[in-house]
């Protein structure tokens, strides 16, 4: 729904603050997800704190473990489909030797550079691997270290229309657009791989 819940009685019947009604067998919260590896024992290597996990070089390889250890899907709040095909071909071209990481302590450097950044503009540590817009820059470096294609200018013109859209009409961002010349676009460059 667009709309959030007014209220919700218990006959099932949900009213949202627009007016409108809906019977709802499920209300399901989205409200994000915790960073827990249970499963994983790195003797504090790799540790996860106020949802920020590291230390990780590049949102990927804890520095002490890399190579053998990567993480593939860890940023939000971004377009994750193509972000994720990059790490991987980045972890894929790592393990496979093409491409070579820096050392150790380089990788530590730049991400205490990194945290020393988010920290000297006031963002929490729960938005280490928030990426946003700056997902670009981060699809792009990815995609330079792998050899492929970057961000398409589509991808981006269409990804900044919608933020627009959303601030704009917040209730309605999704269901109105006029960005059909940047889907002919997206056409043309899927059909290179069908």
């Known amino acids: 729904?667009?709309?959030?819940?007014?209220?919700?009685?218990?006959?099932g019947s949900v009213?949202?603050?627009?007016?409108?009604?809906?019977?709802?067998?499920?209300?399901?919260?989205?409200t994000g997800y915790k960073y827990h590896f249970p499963?994983?024992?790195?003797?504090?290597?790799?540790?996860?704190?106020?949802?920020?996990?590291?230390?990780?070089?590049?949102?990927?390889f804890p520095p002490t473990l890399a190579p053998s250890?990567?993480?593939?899907?860890?940023?939000?709040?971004?377009?994750?489909?193509?972000?994720?095909?990059?790490?991987?071909?980045?972890?894929?071209?790592?393990l496979s030797g093409r491409i070579t990481l820096p050392s150790k302590e380089d990788m530590m450097v730049e991400i205490e550079t990194s945290y020393a950044s988010l920290e000297a503009e006031g963002i929490p540590k729960r938005y280490t691997h928030c990426l946003g817009i700056t997902q670009f820059e981060y699809n792009n470096w990815l995609a330079s270290q792998c050899g492929c294609s970057g961000t398409e200018?589509?991808?981006?013109?269409?990804?900044l229309a919608s933020i627009m859209r959303n601030i704009e009409h917040p209730e309605m961002y999704?269901?109105?657009?006029?960005?059909?010349?940047?889907?002919s676009q997206a056409y043309q460059d899927f059909s290179l791989y069908v």
């Open 69 to 94: 250890l990567s993480f593939v899907g860890i940023p939000w709040k971004v377009l994750p489909f193509p972000v994720f095909e990059l790490q991987s071909k980045w972890v894929a071209g790592v």
């Open 1 to 11: 729904m667009h709309s959030m819940i007014e209220r919700v009685h218990k006959d």
């Open 174 to 183: 999704r269901d109105e657009w006029e960005d059909h010349r940047l889907v």
């Open 39 to 60: 499963f994983l024992d790195t003797n504090g290597s790799v540790t996860v704190d106020d949802k920020r996990v590291g230390p990780l070089y590049k949102h990927i």
């Open 153 to 159: 200018e589509w991808r981006l013109e269409m990804f």
């Open 15 to 30: 009213v949202f603050q627009n007016g409108k009604t809906i019977v709802a067998d499920v209300i399901m919260h989205c």
